[in-house]
């Protein structure tokens, strides 16, 4: 394939498969291949040891151009093939590709559960808050007004806030990064590999041929400062060059000027094993072009240990194999009350 | 006081069919299924139907609220739950207002006549509130008005249950007292009792008590002069247990996991009529099964499939409208061509139809159901034990030739039960999953490069060197590979269909169930119409007539027998509880005049229906 982001070409890295990739020229998609690639080799894994799975949409063909193990479903059941598979093989590293149609749309009742549940599985949601390859209708993480090809006079439908929902399911690893900063998806993606349960890393992801443009204002050199907030552990959340913070008064985040007035130390100091913090972070998400608007917040927003679905469903088998023994079949097909004829 | 009683006289039965009926929650099924057990223990051959409302607790007293147990028991082979009653035991009004019409003539009625006061006539809608068991209209029935209330709760006086759990034992009254009638002893269901209530010491007493008084009132009671008994069967000698149609079924895909040393996998959402397999299979977590109370019917198939993938056995099941929410996903695991069994518990349809009642109206659905030429093996039972051995050929079927299958079973054999002279562990087959350990082209590994039968090999994640992957899409010959090319698709569909169609290759040479190998009229079944089928053809032969019984167990591909054997016949009959479905499939494939007997009322025909129409045919 062709070269991607200036540097590096996805020829090189073992992680590639020999398929042709056939995403348009210029789609971030091309950026997230590579940083996952990236990060496959890194992490010292094994090709044999991992396995993709997707539902239908651009984003969905990605297990193709992956020398690992790949199952390209059908549109939204990712999440339950995937929780299947982990149910009997936890011992995988399970990826799971998905975007905002097939994730939130078709698939909107499968991921919830995937969430509550906890099934071990990193899930990266390609966010382009478009239809593309049904070329160009309107999703459900769409703003309202859209004007697409399904929608003429502007969508009438309220979007989806992603992470909202995800905290809302009780999602377990909660993140947000961007095609156009490849070393922060690396370092989130890296993050969501080695946590135990549903990883989940929404990525606005710029369709550039339906819907393009659509997060320039997080992306853009100029505008990128003043519109994100990038959040670490421990650290306090300021942006802007540090000249302005959100701290929280009463129960509100508010934005507040770093300088005589205000120090860092006022600002809100990021905890990612927060949970109420994290339900005021996935909030922040106002309309960029709004006087005002709190910045939109990129890296890890919550962790969370509880324990996986998998493992919750392998402890039951084995402890029934503990307490009545292996399965003796014979005495199963006899069952507990039987009589003798002759 | 015993002693001095004369002992009555009894009379002898070759086979009785007895019906248990009342509300809901007068504990009809345990009853039923009690001494059914009883029966069964005893040595009688045994089929059981109950028949119970779609409501868990519908109005009380009402017709919609009945339910009911039916019961046939011999000294003889028994094979279906019998057309007509000899006995109906009814608690209420409505529940003999409901199944009078199933009652033999000179039949005998056992009602409760505390369920027969003004308000339960009215909900049964006697008019005027005419008490049937008084005013003469059942003149022509043997009538025993028994106040099993007031009975039940003279026998527990003195006990500090509250009125309402003194009489939830009236059931068990009952039974003590057709134990009594059938010359059964109480032993088994004291056995049940002590197991149940353990922990409850006085519901147990209470129970026990009830039973007791049930059976004595037999005794003592002036009424009853006769007792009966029904001598044990000539059943073939072994060691028996009782199985219902969704038990077998559980118990056969458990047995095909294990011949095929595999983990199950069973992804799951309940429904009417296939929960029953959901509550069986999370019982035996100890064999490697992991039962997954899906979010939906799309994400129980899906997780099966997630689950075959990573080389576990994937399993779902659920009834017609379930099964339909299924179908995307059915196709997908045809174009994957890994192994899946999808069990249909059918019920009445279309749409929600009748939850609690039986069809088999979605044979269509099953062999035709799905988007593009997505041919999937179609195999159904015909009896409860059936079951187990159809839902071990399926998954045999699904492991060995990478399809998903979809067994089809119905309302009636799920909930039956029968007599099982269940198998040995060691005669049963292993079944062999394909599995490939290294690359097979080269260095290369190619995930559809397939073998005589055309079947694919089943590379499990996590074996280096044979990283692919598959998908819903269609890809290239042998490699798997997207492929939008027109040639290689038609390629793909005929190599898939064919491989579908091979499967025939293994069939056992069909087999006549009964009747001469040519003549005048073939009756062909397929699925829970076997009983009553099977019962007719017998009759018929016996009285002299020219007719063969042959039961379809492959609904798709068919026994390749199937079409040579409907031309040794004059006529063919195919009885149906749907409009005509298998008659319209083998009207297709082997241009056979094949007529039908349609039974769509959510019941199952009885063998005089059948009888009736083979002799409707011949005549004509």
């Known amino acids: 394939m062709s070269e991607v982001n200036g540097t590096a070409t996805v020829e090189k890295i073992d992680f590639g498969s020999d398929q042709e990739v056939r995403w348009c020229p210029g789609c971030g998609d091309y950026s997230i291949l590579k940083q996952v690639q990236t990060l496959l080799e890194q992490s010292g894994k094994k090709k044999e040891e991992v396995v993709f799975i997707s539902g239908i949409g651009c984003s969905s063909r990605f297990p193709y151009y992956l020398d690992t193990y790949g199952l390209h479903g059908i549109h939204g059941r990712a999440p339950a093939i995937v929780s299947g598979l982990r149910s009997v093989r936890p011992e995988l590293s399970v990826w799971m590709i998905t975007g905002d149609g097939d994730a939130l749309s078709i698939g909107g009742n499968h991921i919830i559960h995937l969430l509550r549940r906890n099934v071990d599985v990193n899930v990266l949601l390609f966010n382009n808050e478009i239809y593309g390859l049904t070329k160009g209708q309107y999703s459900p993480t769409s703003p309202e007004g859209t004007v697409t090809r399904s929608t003429p006079m502007g969508s009438t439908d309220h979007p989806f806030n992603p992470l909202a929902l995800v905290k809302g399911a009780d999602g377990t690893f909660i993140a947000r990064s961007m095609d156009r900063d490849p070393k922060h998806m690396r370092e989130v993606l890296a993050r969501a590999d080695v946590h135990r349960g549903t990883s989940l890393v929404e990525i606005y992801q710029n369709c550039n041929v339906f819907n393009d443009g659509a997060f320039e204002v997080f992306t853009d050199k100029g505008s990128k400062p003043t519109h994100t907030l990038f959040v670490e552990h421990g650290k306090p959340l300021t942006f802007a060059g540090g000249t302005k913070g959100i701290c929280i008064k009463e129960m509100k985040p508010h934005i507040i000027d770093i300088g005589p007035e205000f120090s860092p130390d006022d600002c809100w100091i990021h905890d990612e094993r927060d949970n109420f913090k994290a339900s005021i972070l996935v909030r922040l998400f106002d309309d960029a072009s709004v006087e005002g608007a709190f910045p939109r917040p990129f890296g890890v927003f919550y962790v969370n240990d509880r324990p996986t679905h998998e493992a919750k469903l392998q402890a039951q088998v084995k402890k029934a194999k503990e307490v009545k023994g292996p399965g003796d079949l014979d005495a199963l097909l006899k069952g507990a009350h039987t009589w003798t004829i002759g | ?620």
């Not at chain 2, 992991?290 to 689950?307: N, V």
């Not at chain 2, 094949?594 to 011949?618: C, D, V, Y």
């Open chain 2, 1 to 620: 006081m015993t002693q001095t009683l004369i002992k009555k006289p009894v009379e002898a039965r070759q086979n009785v069919v007895i019906l248990f009926a009342g509300d809901s929650g007068d504990g009809i099924q345990l009853t039923g299924s009690q001494f059914t057990d009883t029966n069964a223990l005893f040595g009688n051959d045994v089929s059981t139907f109950p028949n119970f409302p779609a409501e868990i607790r519908a109005p009380q007293g009402t017709l919609a609220g009945v339910s009911g147990y039916q019961l046939h028991f011999g000294s003889v082979e028994i094979f279906t739950p019998g057309d007509l009653c000899d006995v109906l035991v009814v608690m209420n009004a409505a529940a003999l207002k409901a199944n009078l019409i199933k009652l033999k003539k000179g039949g005998t009625i056992i009602a409760n006549t505390d369920g027969f006061d003004k308000k339960n006539l009215r909900l049964a809608g006697y008019i005027d509130e005419a008490d049937p068991l008084t005013d003469g209209s059942l003149v022509n029935f043997h009538l025993h008005s028994v106040d099993v209330t007031k009975l039940t709760r003279t026998a527990l006086e003195g006990m500090t249950l509250g009125m309402k759990e003194k009489d939830r034992c009236k059931n068990m009254f009952v039974l003590g007292f057709i134990n009594w009638m059938y010359s059964r002893e109480n032993a088994l269901t004291e056995a049940f009792l002590d197991r149940k209530f353990g922990k409850k010491p006085e519901l147990l007493e209470a129970n026990r008590k009830a039973l007791v008084a049930g059976y004595n009132y037999g005794e003592t009671s002036e009424t009853f002069t006769t007792r009966f008994e029904v001598k044990a069967a000539p059943m073939p000698k072994g060691t028996y247990r009782s199985i219902t149609g969704n038990q077998g079924t559980a118990l056969g895909l458990v047995a095909g996991a294990q011949k095929a040393k595999l983990d199950l996998f069973y992804g799951s959402y309940p429904i009417t009529p296939a929960s029953d397999i959901l509550h069986e299979l999370s019982k035996h977590k100890n064999f490697g099964v992991i039962t997954f109370q899906a979010e939906d019917e799309i994400a129980a198939i899906s997780s099966a499939i997630g689950a075959s993938y990573g080389g576990a056995l994937g399993i779902t099941a659920s009834s017609g409208p379930g099964i339909a929410l299924k179908t995307e996903a059915m196709g997908l695991a045809f174009m994957l061509e890994i192994p899946l069994v999808i069990v249909n518990v059918q019920r009445g349809g279309p749409s929600t139809g009748l939850p609690t009642k039986t069809e088999q109206a979605d044979l269509w659905q099953a062999v035709h159901g799905r988007n593009g030429e997505a041919p999937i093996p179609v195999i159904a039972a015909s009896t409860p034990i059936d079951c187990f051995d159809m839902a071990f050929e399926a998954v045999q079927l699904a492991i060995e030739h990478m399809t998903p299958v979809i067994l089809l079973t119905d309302g009636y054999i799920a909930n039956g039960s029968e007599p099982w002279r269940f198998p040995n562990a060691k005669d049963l087959p292993e079944i062999k999953p394909p599995y490939i350990k290294e690359p097979n082209d080269g260095e290369k590994f190619l995930p559809y490069l397939r073998d005589e039968r055309g079947v694919r090999p089943w590379a499990l994640p996590g074996q280096a060197g044979l990283q692919h992957r598959i998908g819903g899409i269609e890809k290239q010959d042998r490699t798997g590979n997207i492929s939008y090319d027109p040639e290689n698709h038609a390629k793909m569909v005929h190599l898939r269909a064919e491989k579908v169609a091979r499967i025939a290759d293994r069939y056992k040479p069909i087999r006549l169930d009964s009747g001469p190998t040519e003549g005048e009229v073939l009756v062909v079944g397929w699925g829970s119409t076997y009983g009553a089928i099977r019962t007719a053809a017998l009759q018929l032969q016996a009285e002299g007539m020219s007719v063969a019984h042959v039961h379809v167990r492959h609904m798709f591909p068919f026994n390749k027998g199937l079409g040579p054997l409907l031309k040794k016949y004059k006529k063919v009959l195919v009885p149906e509880m749907n409009s005509g479905q298998l008659r319209q499939m083998l009207r297709a494939e082997y241009l056979v005049d094949a007529q039908g007997l349609n039974k769509i009322q959510g019941m199952p025909f009885t063998s005089e229906e059948i009888r009736a129409g083979i002799l409707n045919l011949l005549k004509s």
